[in-house]
């Protein structure tokens, strides 16, 4: 007889709750959130586990990761069916999502998620940190602009070379706000050196890795749409039919039916953000900019005269996710001829 045990993840101490196949609770405990206390206490246990359930998030993969490593069978559940399915609880707590995820667990009502590979997730640290120095360069960019406009100084047009040059010029004209500006810039300046290192390592890696070099024969794929997209994919096997990337990525339109209501929305954005942007972006250079030979473009400008621009490029966006995740499965260059059809 098998047991059935939900694990309620915090940063220092998790809540678990063990039942029987009756849904009878049998064990409850608060463990430390290190792989060696965790795989110590099911040891302890001393009972036949048929399933271990905790919910996906950023330190269940870790987690996650060990226990498989220690023959455990722990499951990674997906986040919005587990919130879904505990909405009705009148109380939250820890101890009560243990007691909920075991049983969900138990009855099978629950959607397994992929654990990232080593590789996948160090790609994903990278381009994270690219796109946090990037977001961070533009904000103080903002933040010198609108400081100079409360004295009345337009920056203007500029690019990376000439702003720190015009703003100097702008704050020479205010006494008593130089030290400001001079501190803004440096910091400026220092985070434009650091995203120009990362951007050279994003580059680096899609290189080096097969999978990004397939996928760059893509019209509108670069290093960075690249190598984003095979860090979400990760293990292309794990999709039974290409057609269901688009919709694991939040691409495909949610539908509500309903007796005499039969309701069709816009795209679900149920999957990775990261990914569609970089997928829209794109499609967004394949409709915008001169193609040669692309029967992709004349596809979607055809969506596009009888849709609109914007649900062309996402048409688009969806169609490139699918025909990428054949890339990587067949380990294919890009034929036009097929990826028209």
């Known amino acids: 007889m098998g047991y059935y045990t939900g694990i309620d993840v915090s940063l220092e101490v998790s809540y678990f709750c063990v039942v029987d196949p009756a849904g009878k609770i049998v064990k409850e405990a608060r463990v430390a959130s290190e792989p060696e206390a965790i795989i ?16 996906a998030g950023p330190l269940s993969q870790w987690l996650y990761a060990a226990m498989v490593e220690a023959k455990l069978p722990a499951v990674l559940l997906e986040t919005r069916q587990v919130r879904d399915a505990f909405r009705s ?12 995820i075991a049983q969900l667990m138990r009855l099978g009502w629950y959607r397994p998620v992929h654990c990232k590979s080593q590789v996948a997730q160090e790609n ?9 120095l990037q977001t961070r360069y533009i904000d103080l960019e903002m933040c010198l602009r609108g400081l ?26 205010i006494p008593g ?34 999978r990004t070099q397939l996928l760059m024969s893509v019209p509108g794929v670069g290093a960075l749409i690249s190598l984003t997209f095979v860090s979400a ?29 039969d309701i069709t929305g816009r795209i679900s954005k149920c999957g990775d953000q990261e990914v569609r942007t970089a997928l829209y972006e794109a499609a967004n250079i394949i409709l915008t900019r001169p193609v040669k030979g692309s029967q992709l473009k004349s596809w979607a400008a055809k969506v596009a005269a009888r849709a609109g621009m914007k649900k062309a490029k996402v ?8 025909i990428m995740h054949r890339m990587l499965c067949d380990g294919t260059f890009f034929d036009f001829k097929l990826a028209a059809a």
């Open 124 to 132: 994903r640290t990278l381009l994270a940190g690219r796109k946090m």
């Open 40 to 55: 110590a206490w099911f040891a302890e246990l001393g009972l036949e586990m048929t399933a271990i359930g905790l919910e």
């Open 89 to 100: 609880m009148p109380v939250k707590t820890d101890r009560k999502d243990a007691r909920g």
């Open 233 to 261: 994919i990760d293990d292309p096997a794990r999709f039974r039919s290409s057609r269901t990337v688009g919709a694991h990525l939040g691409l495909t339109q949610r539908k509500y039916q309903s007796g005499e209501t």
């Open 148 to 173: 100079l406009r409360g004295y009345g100084l337009k920056v203007g047009p500029t690019n990376r070379k000439t702003f720190d040059g015009r703003v100097r010029e702008l704050a020479a004209s």
């Open 315 to 322: 048409a688009l966006a969806r169609k490139l996710a699918v």
């Open 177 to 210: 706000i130089e030290n400001t500006v001079d501190a803004l810039l440096k910091a400026r300046a220092t985070l434009l050196e650091q995203f120009r290192r990362l951007d050279g390592l994003v580059n680096s890696r899609a290189r080096q890795d097969e």
